[in-house]
């Protein structure tokens, strides 16, 4: 699984990064990012699905494996 934050509709509310620190950063304008390549590990898709859901921007995608 991977996950990807949309740049132009993440606003900033870190909704994210309080779910799943382990997955997203913020830069200095509180904007959100995915980290390490937005590569997710097994333990963590449960974390970054949570996180996408409730992002209020639906900015953040879920790539699942094939
Ligand atoms: S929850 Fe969504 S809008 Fe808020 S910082 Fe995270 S990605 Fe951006």
Known sequence: ?????????CQGHN???VIA???FDTDDY???HEMEGGV????LEEKARLAAAN??????TIIEDN
């Open 30 to 32: 509180g904007y959100a």
């Open 40 to 43: 997710v590990p097994p333990e």
């Open 1 to 9: 699984m991977k996950i990807v934050v949309d740049q132009e509709e």
């Open 15 to 17: 909704r994210c990064v």
């Open 55 to 60: 992002c209020p921007e639906s900015a953040i």
């Open 21 to 23: 620190p382990e997955l």
